[in-house]
C-alpha cells in the first residue's frame, strides 16, 4: 500500500494544514509581486523560456471546484509575465467541445480534461497530441526557492499521469474518496458510524425504521459507486494488487474472490431495500441534494461534494466523510485518496511552453492556498494549505487520510487508459445497484470488456506496476 | 349527416379534452415551475410559487446567456432563410420549365440528399468546414444551412413551379422582357404561396437544428438556441440551479406560441403541404 | 423557342450546384471512404481496413441492442402514433365543438426544439421534482416507477414524448386528407344509413392512402433518428435500455475516439433508412385511389 509515498505523520507536514508547515523560508531573495503577493524565487521566473508577450488560451472544465481558482492561477501567470496572458473558459464536456479542435490541430494551450464526456485520455496519449512535461517537473518551482516544481507535489500524486515513465499530464487536485453523512443528523438519531459492513447493514436497517432511506448514490452516474464503494473494499478484502491487475488487462482479473464479495456486499444495499426510491433517476447533483435534505443518510462521494454543493447546503448540516467499512474492522481506517483533475498541454498547440508555465503558476504555493482557503479542497502541493482554516468537511477528510496512516489505497488507472472498460462499469454497476444483474453477471460482463480490450491491437496498451 | 349519438358525443369530447389537458399541462407546469424556489421545486412540485421569483429569469437571461443565443439564432436563421428560397428557387424554375442535357441528373442528385442521415456526413462535414476557415462562424454555419435545406426546398418548388400556367410567362416574353425580368417580376410572385410553405417549414428547422451548431459551433459565446440549452441542461447538472433552467425553457417556448399561434394556420398548411409533398 | 437558354440556365443553377456539391456531396462521398477505415478522429489520417468494422459490428452486442431499440421505436411508433393521429383527425374533422382549438393546441408540440420538449419531459418524468410521480403518489401509489431511472419503463417513457410531440402533426396531415375528400361521397354513405365507424373504415381511410404513405416514411425517419430526445433524456441510459444507432454511433466517435467504426454504424442506419423507404413507396403504390 505504499504507492501514494505518503506516510502519517508527513502527511500533515506536506499540507501544512495542521498549522505545522513545514518551514521553507530560504536565505535565497524572493521577488514579491503586487496583485496576488506571489513571492517568485530566485531564478525561476522563467526557467521555461516563455517567449514575451505571449496571449494563451486555456479552456478547463468547470465541474464541482468551479473555475474561479484557475482565474486565480492566470492572474498570477499575469503578472509573473508582464504583456503575456492566459485566457480561462470554463466548460463542461470537454470532449465535445475539443475534438473539434484537436482534429483540426488547433488545440488549446492547456486544458482541464475532466467530468462526464471528457476526452480519452489513452487515445491522446496513443496518437500523440499531448506534450511531455518533463521539463516542467525538473523546472525550478515558482515560490518554493530551491525545489523544482516536481519535488514540491506530493510524492506519488503525479504518478497517474506516466504513461511509459513520460509524465503525460499533471493532476491538480488531491482528492479524498469516501462515505458522507451528516454529523448533526447522527448525533441527533444517536447513530454511530459502523466499522463493519455487517455493522453497516444494521445501522442502516435502523435508519430505515426512522423514515429516511439508508443510502442514495449518483444515480445516473453510478461510477460513483466505483470509486467510493468498490475500489476501497477490493482492495480492504483482497489487497491493491487486484486492481493493479485488472489495470494491466491481465486475464481473469475481475474474477478475483474478493471481487464477487464486494460486490455482493453492496448488492445487500439494493436488496434490503436500502437504497432511496428514485435514486437510478437523478443526477449526481440532484442525488446530492435530497441527501442534503436528509432524505438519505450515506452518500459516496470525494472531497469536492462540499464547494459543489455549497449554494444549496443547509446550515448546521455539518458533513463529514469517512472510510467505507469492509469485512474487517480492522481495516476500517484504509481510504483511497489520490490526486485528480488532469491538467494537459497540448504538444501542436500554438504554445506549449506558456501551457507548462501556467501549470506551473497554477501548481505554486500561493494558487493552492487559494485553493483551500476558497474552494475548500487543496493542491497536492507541499505546504499548499499553510495556515489555511479548513471546513469541517475537509477536516473530516484530512483526519480520516492521518488515521490511514500508510493504508492510503490508490485508485485504479483504467477509468482514463480504457475507456471501454469504463463504460461497463458504469453500466454493469447501475445493473448491480437496481437489481439488474448479480454480481456474476457484473464480473462476466466486465470481464467480457476487459478481454476485448486486452485482444484489440488498436488500442494502445498501458502497464502499471 | 348521420346519427351521432349522445353518448359518443360525450365520450369524443372526453378524449379530446383529455389530450389537450396532456399537451398543455407540462407548459403550464414548466411556466410556474419556473417562478418558484429551488427548494419549492423540491419540496412541493404542484404548489404554485408562495413568491414570484423573477430573479430566476434574469438568471436565464443575463448569466446563461439565453438573450445571447436568440439574438445569435436569429443572425443565422433569417439570411439562411431568404438565400434557401431564393437559390433554391432559382435552381427549380430552371429544373421545371427548361430542357437541357444533365437536368434529369441534376435533379435525382439533389433529390438523394433528402435521404441521407446528417449523422453519416458530421465528422467529414466538420473537416472540411475547418479547411475552409469557417468553423465558429456565422456564415459558415448560414452556407451549411442553406445546403442541407437545398434539397427539400428545391423538390418541392420544383413541382410547384411545374403546377404554374406559362400563359403569363409566354406573354411577358412577347412583351420583350429578359428571362431574369420573366423569373423576378413574374414567377416569384405567381409561386409565393410555394416559397411561404417552405419559408415556414424551413424556418421552423433551422430555428430547432440541434446536431449541426453541435459540431459546427463550439464556442460558446456563438451557440444556436437548442444548443444553448443543451448546454445549460449539462451545466446543470453541476450549477444546482434548477429554476433558471425553467425560465430558460420558459423564455424561449413563450416566443414560440406566441409566433405559432398568430399564424397557426400558415405555419399548419406551411408544414403539411411541405410533408405531403415529400 | 428560348433564345440563349443557357444564359439563364447556368447562373441560376450554379449557387444550389456549387453550394450543395461543397457541404452535402463531398463530406457524404467521404464518409462512404471513412467507414471503411479506423481513424481515432485525431490528427492521424484514416487507416483502410476493408470489412472490417462492419465484421465487428456483427458481434457487438451494443450495436444489437441499439438496433433492436430501434426496432421497437419502428414498429411501435407508426401503430400507436399514426393509429391515434388518425383516430383524432377523424374526430376532429367530424366538426365537434371546439374542433379549432384541438387542431391549435394538438399541433403546437411540434414546433417546440426537441431539445427544450427533452428536458421539459425529463423533468415531468423526474422522481422528486417531477409532477407525475407526485401525481401517481397522490393518488396512493406509493413507490411509482422510476420512469427515465429503470430500463424496463425508460424505453417507454420516451415513446410517450414522441407520441406527444408528434401525434398532432400527423393528425393535421390527416385531416388535410380527410378535407379533400368530396362531401357527396359521404352524403352517399349517409342515405345508405353507414355509421361513423363504418363510414371511416370504407370511405375515408381508403382514401387517404397518400398521407399515409407520407406519413410511414415521416415516422420511419423518425423512429430511426430519435437523437435529440435520447440524448437529452437518458443518453442512452439506464444500463444502455434506450440506445440507438444514433446515439451509439456519436458515443462511439466522441467518447471512444472511434470514428471509422461509428461511420460504419452511420452506413448501416443510412441503408436501412433506403430500404424501408422504398419498401413503404413500394407497398403503397398500387394503393392509391383516385377520385
Not at chain 2, 169 to 174: K, P, R, T
Request: hydrophobic residues 45%.
Amino acid at each position: 500500500m505504499k504507492k501514494s509515498g505518503i506516510s502519517r505523520r508527513r502527511f500533515i507536514e506536506y499540507t501544512g494544514a495542521a498549522g505545522m508547515g513545514i518551514g521553507l523560508s530560504s536565505v535565497l531573495p524572493q521577488t514579491s509581486l503586487a496583485k496576488t503577493g506571489i513571492k517568485v524565487a530566485s531564478g525561476a521566473a522563467n526557467p521555461l523560456g516563455l517567449a514575451s508577450n505571449t496571449q494563451a488560451e486555456g479552456v478547463f472544465f468547470s465541474g464541482g471546484f468551479g473555475h474561479a481558482y484557475i482565474e486565480y492561477a492566470a492572474e498570477i501567470f499575469g503578472e509573473v509575465h508582464p504583456g503575456s496572458s492566459m485566457s480561462v473558459e470554463g466548460i463542461q464536456r470537454v470532449g465535445e467541445r475539443l475534438r473539434p479542435r484537436i482534429i483540426a490541430g488547433n488545440p488549446p494551450d492547456v486544458i482541464d480534461n475532466s467530468g462526464a464526456g471528457n476526452l480519452d485520455t489513452g487515445a491522446l496519449v496513443g496518437e500523440g497530441e499531448l506534450m511531455d512535461l518533463g521539463p516542467l517537473m525538473s523546472a525550478p518551482a515558482l515560490d518554493t526557492p530551491g525545489k523544482t516544481f516536481g519535488e514540491t507535489l506530493f510524492p506519488g500524486s503525479q504518478n497517474s499521469g506516466l504513461f511509459d515513465g513520460v509524465q503525460r499530464y499533471v493532476n491538480i487536485a488531491f482528492t479524498v474518496f469516501g462515505v458522507w453523512h451528516s454529523k448533526s443528523l447522527f448525533d441527533e438519531k444517536g447513530w454511530n458510524y459502523p466499522t463493519t459492513w455487517d455493522g453497516m447493514l444494521s445501522l442502516c436497517d435502523t435508519i430505515k425504521t426512522s423514515g429516511i432511506a439508508p443510502w442514495t448514490y449518483q444515480g445516473k452516474y453510478p461510477q460513483y459507486m466505483l470509486f467510493g464503494l468498490l475500489e476501497p473494499i477490493v482492495s480492504k478484502i483482497g489487497g491493491p494488487q487486484i486492481w493493479k491487475d485488472v489495470d494491466n488487462l491481465v486475464p481473469s482479473a475481475w474474477e478475483h474472490p474478493a471481487m464477487l464479495q464486494a460486490l455482493n456486499m453492496m448488492k445487500a444495499l439494493h436488496d434490503n431495500g436500502y437504497i432511496m426510491e428514485g435514486t437510478s433517476g437523478l443526477t449526481h447533483t440532484e442525488s446530492q441534494a435530497e441527501w442534503l435534505q436528509n432524505k438519505a443518510a450515506f452518500i459516496p462521494c470525494g472531497t469536492w461534494l462540499e464547494n459543489e454543493m455549497r449554494s444549496i447546503t443547509p446550515g448546521g448540516f455539518n458533513m463529514v466523510i469517512k472510510p467505507v467499512p469492509s469485512d474487517d474492522a480492522s481495516r476500517l481506517s484504509w481510504i483511497d485518496a489520490s490526486s485528480g483533475e488532469p491538467f494537459m498541454v497540448f504538444s501542436n498547440g500554438k504554445n506549449p511552453v506558456a501551457g507548462m508555465e501556467f501549470l506551473r503558476c497554477l501548481l505554486s504555493k500561493e494558487s493552492a492556498k487559494w485553493f483551500a482557503q476558497n474552494v475548500g479542497s487543496i493542491m497536492p502541493v507541499v505546504g499548499g494549505a499553510e495556515g489555511v482554516d479548513l471546513s469541517s468537511a475537509m477536516t473530516s477528510a484530512l483526519a480520516a487520510v492521518d488515521n490511514a496512516g500508510p493504508n492510503i489505497l490508490d485508485r485504479p488507472s483504467f477509468p482514463g487508459w480504457y475507456s471501454d472498460i469504463y463504460s461497463e462499469v458504469k453500466d454493469s454497476m447501475g445493473a448491480l445497484l437496481t437489481g439488474r444483474a448479480s454480481a456474476e453477471e457484473f464480473i462476466e460482463r466486465v470481464q467480457g470488456a476487459s478481454d476485448e480490450v486486452r485482444e484489440d491491437e488498436d488500442i494502445v496498451k498501458f502497464k502499471r506496476t | 349527416m348521420y346519427k351521432v349519438s349522445r353518448w359518443s358525443a360525450v365520450s369524443t369530447q372526453t378524449v379530446l379534452v383529455g389530450w389537450a389537458v396532456i399537451v398543455i399541462f407540462p407548459m403550464i407546469w414548466m411556466i410556474y415551475s419556473s417562478l418558484k424556489t429551488d427548494q419549492e421545486l423540491f419540496f412541493s412540485p404542484w404548489a404554485p410559487p408562495m413568491e414570484l421569483q423573477w430573479d430566476n429569469f434574469a438568471r436565464a437571461w443575463t448569466k446563461a446567456h439565453v438573450g445571447d443565443y436568440l439574438l445569435n439564432t436569429l443572425i443565422v436563421v433569417i439570411p439562411a432563410l431568404l438565400l434557401t428560397l431564393i437559390i433554391s428557387a432559382m435552381a427549380a424554375y430552371v429544373l421545371a420549365r427548361f430542357e437541357f442535357v444533365g437536368r434529369r441528373f441534376l435533379f435525382y442528385m439533389f433529390l438523394s440528399g433528402m435521404l441521407f442521415p446528417v449523422f453519416l456526413a458530421l465528422v467529414p462535414l466538420f473537416s472540411l468546414v475547418n479547411q475552409l476557415k469557417m468553423l465558429n462562424t456565422f456564415h459558415g454555419l448560414i452556407l451549411v444551412y442553406i445546403a442541407y435545406s437545398l434539397p427539400f426546398t428545391i423538390f418541392f418548388l420544383t413541382g410547384f413551379f411545374k403546377t404554374l400556367p406559362t400563359e403569363i410567362e409566354e406573354s411577358a416574353i412577347m412583351d420583350g422582357a429578359n428571362p431574369y425580368q420573366v423569373f423576378f417580376k413574374v414567377m416569384l410572385p405567381m409561386a409565393s404561396p410555394g416559397l411561404i410553405s417552405m419559408g415556414i417549414f424551413n424556418f421552423l428547422g433551422m430555428w430547432n437544428q440541434y446536431v449541426l451548431p453541435l459540431v459546427l459551433i463550439s464556442d460558446e459565446s456563438k451557440y444556436m438556441l437548442s444548443q444553448g440549452l443543451a448546454f445549460m441542461l449539462f451545466k446543470q447538472f453541476y450549477e444546482n440551479d434548477w429554476s433558471a433552467l425553467f425560465a430558460a425553457l420558459t423564455i424561449i417556448m413563450v416566443p414560440t406560441l406566441i409566433v405559432y399561434i398568430t399564424f397557426q394556420k400558415q405555419i399548419q398548411d406551411g408544414i403539411t403541404t411541405g410533408a405531403l409533398k415529400g | 423557342m428560348r433564345r440563349n437558354k443557357y444564359g439563364i440556365i447556368l447562373p441560376f443553377l450554379a449557387p444550389a450546384i456549387i453550394l450543395y456539391s461543397l457541404f452535402v456531396i463531398y463530406p457524404y462521398s467521404q464518409a462512404m471512404y471513412v467507414a471503411f477505415t479506423k481513424w481515432k478522429g485525431l490528427r492521424k489520417s484514416p487507416r483502410f481496413v476493408g470489412l472490417d468494422n462492419f465484421e465487428k459490428m456483427l458481434g457487438d452486442d451494443k450495436f444489437w441492442n441499439a438496433l433492436s431499440n430501434n426496432l421497437i421505436y419502428l414498429f411501435v411508433l407508426p401503430i400507436v402514433t399514426l393509429g391515434f393521429a388518425l383516430f383524432m383527425a377523424f374526430m376532429i374533422s367530424q366538426k365537434v365543438r371546439f374542433n379549432n382549438f384541438y387542431r391549435v393546441t394538438y399541433f403546437f408540440p411540434q414546433v417546440m426544439s426537441v431539445v427544450a420538449i427533452g428536458i421539459l419531459w425529463s423533468f415531468v418524468y423526474h422522481p422528486t421534482i417531477g409532477i407525475f410521480s407526485s401525481l401517481l403518489k397522490a393518488v396512493g401509489i406509493k413507490n411509482p416507477p422510476v420512469w427515465l431511472g429503470d430500463p424496463d419503463t425508460a424505453l417507454w417513457s420516451i415513446v410517450a414524448v414522441t407520441v406527444w410531440q408528434s401525434a398532432g402533426f400527423f393528425m393535421v396531415i390527416f385531416m388535410a386528407g380527410m378535407l379533400s375528400i368530396p362531401k357527396s361521397l359521404y352524403e352517399a354513405a349517409a342515405l345508405d344509413g353507414a355509421g361513423r365507424g363504418s363510414t371511416f373504415f370504407r370511405i375515408t381511410f381508403p382514401l387517404l392512402w397518400e398521407n399515409t404513405r407520407s406519413s410511414l416514411v415521416f415516422i420511419t425517419v423518425i423512429a430511426m433518428d430519435m437523437f435529440g430526445i435520447t440524448f437529452t433524456m437518458t443518453q442512452g441510459g439506464p444500463d444502455r435500455s434506450t440506445d440507438v444507432l444514433a446515439t451509439l454511433l456519436y458515443e462511439h466517435a466522441f467518447l471512444h475516439s472511434r470514428f471509422g467504426y461509428a461511420t460504419s454504424i452511420a452506413m448501416v442506419y443510412f441503408i436501412i433508412v433506403i430500404v424501408l423507404t422504398l419498401l413503404i413507396f413500394r407497398v403503397t403504390r398500387r394503393e392509391t385511389v383516385e377520385f
